[in-house]
C-alpha cells in the first residue's frame, strides 16, 4: 500500500469564487471562503478534497496552532487521516491536548519541502512545496472502535502496514492516550511547483546556474535496537518503505550490519556545515 492509497476516496467539489457573504460559511471544502482563500498567487490554492487529502496523506508532522491566555503556540504533532477527519493523540495530561479537547479554535498546518529554486538574483529565489492549512476545533474521540481505528491509522501512517506487524495497545494503553479528531471542513492547499521565474527576464543573460535542486526524504541503513533478539529480519513494512525511498547505504539492505536487521546505532556525528565557529 502506497501512503497515497490510505483511506478512501473522497469526492471532488470544483471550487467557486467568493461572493459576498462569502466570510460567513464555516464549512469550505470544496469552496473558498474568505479566511482560506489563498490570496498571494491565488493560482497556487486548491480546497477540493482530492488535492487536501494528498497533502495530509504525504506529510508526516502537523504543526498545530492554538490561543492560550492570549499567547498563540505552535505544536509539531504526528497526525493522521481517516476519511474526512485529521487525528491526533497525545498524553492525557498534555496542556496542547487538554486545551484542544475543550474545543477551542485550532489551525493544523501539514508542509512538504519538495525542491529549493535558484534564480539568478536573489530576490527570485524560491521553493517547491505543498501545504495544507486546516481551521477548525478538535473533538475528543471517546469511541472504542474510533480510538482503535486512529491508534492503527497512527502507525500506518508512519510505516504503512506496521500495524499488522506489532502488538494492539492493550486497555491500559489505550487509557493512557487521548485522541482528538479536527473535521476536514474548512481547508486550504498551496503548491508551487516548477523552476525559477526569470528564465524570460533579463537576468537570464547572466552566467549563473538557475534551476531546481529537488528535495526527497530518504531512510538511512536500519540500526536494530540494542535488546532485538538475533535471528530476527527487518520487518516487512520497514524493507518495502526502505525499498521505497532508499538513500545512501541503504541499497544493500541484506549485507549490511548483523542478523538483527540492521547495523548498531551510529555515534551522533557532527555536521561540518553546521559547526562553523560563528555559525
Ligand atoms: C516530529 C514530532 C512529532 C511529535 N508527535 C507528537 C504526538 O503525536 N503527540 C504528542 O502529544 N506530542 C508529540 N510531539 C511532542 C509535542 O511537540 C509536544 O512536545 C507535546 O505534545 C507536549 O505539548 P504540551 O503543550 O503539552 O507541552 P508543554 O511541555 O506543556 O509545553 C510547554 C512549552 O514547551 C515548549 N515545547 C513543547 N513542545 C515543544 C517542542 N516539540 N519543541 C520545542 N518546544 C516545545 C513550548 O514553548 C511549549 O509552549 C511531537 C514532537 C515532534 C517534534
Redesign the pocket.
Known amino acids: 500500500m502506497t501512503r497515497s492509497e490510505r483511506g478512501p476516496a473522497d469526492p471532488i467539489h470544483a471550487p467557486a469564487a467568493p461572493g459576498p457573504g462569502v466570510g460567513r460559511i464555516k464549512r469550505n471544502v470544496g469552496r473558498v471562503i474568505e479566511r482560506s482563500h489563498v490570496r498571494r498567487q491565488p493560482s497556487r490554492g486548491r480546497y477540493d478534497l482530492a488535492a487536501i487529502n494528498a497533502v495530509l496523506d504525504a506529510g508526516y508532522?502537523a504543526h498545530v496552532a492554538f490561543v492560550q491566555d492570549n499567547q498563540p503556540?505552535c505544536?509539531?504533532?504526528?497526525y493522521a487521516r481517516i476519511g474526512r477527519a485529521v487525528y491526533?493523540?497525545?498524553?492525557s495530561a498534555?496542556?496542547?491536548?487538554r486545551l484542544l479537547s475543550t474545543g477551542v479554535p485550532a489551525c493544523l498546518t501539514v508542509t512538504i519541502l519538495d525542491g529549493l529554486v535558484l534564480a539568478r538574483s536573489a530576490f527570485e529565489h524560491s521553493a517547491n512545496y505543498r501545504s495544507a492549512v486546516l481551521l477548525g476545533a478538535f473533538r475528543r474521540v471517546d469511541r472504542d472502535d474510533e480510538r482503535l481505528a486512529a491508534f492503527a491509522a497512527f502507525t500506518n501512517q508512519v510505516i504503512p502496514g506496521r500495524w499488522a506487524e506489532v502488538r494492539e495497545p492493550n486497555r491500559q494503553e489505550l487509557k493512557a492516550s487521548q485522541i482528538l479528531a479536527l473535521p476536514i471542513a474548512e481547508a486550504s492547499v498551496k503548491v508551487r511547483s516548477g523552476p525559477p521565474t526569470d528564465d524570460d527576464s533579463p537576468d537570464a543573460e547572466r552566467d549563473v546556474w538557475a534551476g531546481v535542486l529537488p528535495l526527497h526524504t530518504i531512510y538511512g541503513p536500519p540500526e536494530a535496537a540494542s535488546g532485538l533478539r538475533s535471528g530476527i529480519p527487518l520487518s516487512q513494512s520497514a524493507r518495502r518503505l526502505i525499498e521505497g525511498h532508499a538513500g545512501p547505504g541503504t541499497s544493500q539492505l541484506d549485507q549490511i550490519g548483523d542478523d538483527r536487521g540492521g547495523r548498531p546505532p551510529a555515534e551522533p556525528d557532527r555536521h561540518p556545515e553546521r559547526d562553523e565557529p560563528n555559525g
Open positions: 508532522v503556540f505544536i509539531p504533532m504526528l491526533v493523540h497525545g498524553s498534555s496542556r496542547t491536548i
